[in-house]
């Protein structure tokens, strides 16, 4: 069985790994991105990939559903933090051989995840089926008001939807790659969004950042 991990943190890939190693006749890679993947699964049509959606540069949840359609004999393992309602929703009528899982998630969740991935079946953990079961609170009604988000936050927030990377907004203001991740997550946490393309387009709506200064 083989597992490719789409995700581009290094403590989260030697968990998995360790966790992974426990599987029999199981066999563990890494890719860094969206072309990676892809031609992972050309060559690898039954692989099971255990991908961070937050952290992957995979658009929205349609493109998701899309590459999936594509290899359906590929299973899904979504192992991310702060994943709205509404995409977990799309997610589990778009993607039926895509489980979830969340990193705060107890290791027992996460093995199960893993083992249920390995007999073709999806795991999802009890934090997103609460969610899946909670009557939704209109979030879409307030999508072009900014939440409480502080000043830094709304600075950072234009930084990412004009395109500088986290690396790149550390090194502009003086702070630690991990006080501008931090950040980040906090962000799109209060956005209820799961990416950068959705950031982005939050910020263009809520008037952040000007159409013409963005397509420049």
């Known amino acids: 069985m083989k597992f490719?991990?789409?995700?581009?943190?290094?403590?989260?890939?030697?968990?998995?790994?360790?966790?992974?190693?426990?599987?029999?006749?199981?066999?563990?890679?890494?890719?860094?991105?969206?072309?990676?993947?892809?031609?992972v699964l050309k060559e690898n049509s039954h692989a099971i990939i255990i991908l961070d959606y937050t952290l992957f540069d995979i658009?929205?949840?349609?493109?998701?559903g899309i590459i999936?359609?594509?290899?359906?004999?590929?299973?899904?393992?979504?192992?991310?933090?702060?994943?709205?309602?509404?995409f977990l929703h799309e997610i589990v009528v778009t993607c039926p051989k895509c489980g979830i899982v969340l990193k705060d998630c107890s290791l027992n969740e996460i093995k199960?995840?893993?083992?249920?991935?390995?007999?073709?079946?999806?795991?999802?953990?009890?934090?997103?089926?609460?969610?899946?079961?909670?009557p939704s609170n209109n979030e879409s009604e307030h999508k072009e008001e900014l939440p409480q988000l502080?000043?830094?936050?709304?600075?950072?927030?234009k930084d990412i939807a004009l395109g500088m990377t986290t690396k790149e907004i550390a090194k502009q203001r003086f702070s630690s790659f991990h006080t501008i991740n931090t950040h980040r997550k906090n962000i799109f946490r209060k956005l209820g969004v799961n990416n950068l393309h959705e950031a982005t387009k939050f910020a263009?709506?809520?008037g952040l950042i000007d159409a013409a200064e963005y397509y420049i």
């Open 4 to 39: 490719y991990i789409a995700d581009n943190q290094d403590i989260t890939r030697a968990g998995l790994f360790y966790i992974i190693s426990a599987q029999k006749d199981a066999e563990c890679k890494c890719v860094s991105d969206k072309g990676g993947l892809l031609e």
């Open 59 to 64: 658009n929205d949840a349609t493109e998701l």
């Open 68 to 86: 999936s359609e594509r290899f359906p004999n590929a299973q899904w393992i979504l192992f991310s933090e702060d994943l709205s309602q509404d």
């Open 112 to 134: 199960d995840a893993i083992n249920y991935a390995s007999k073709g079946k999806r795991f999802i953990c009890q934090q997103v089926t609460e969610m899946l079961i909670t």
């Open 150 to 157: 502080t000043k830094t936050e709304q600075e950072i927030l």
């Open 204 to 206: 263009l709506r809520a």
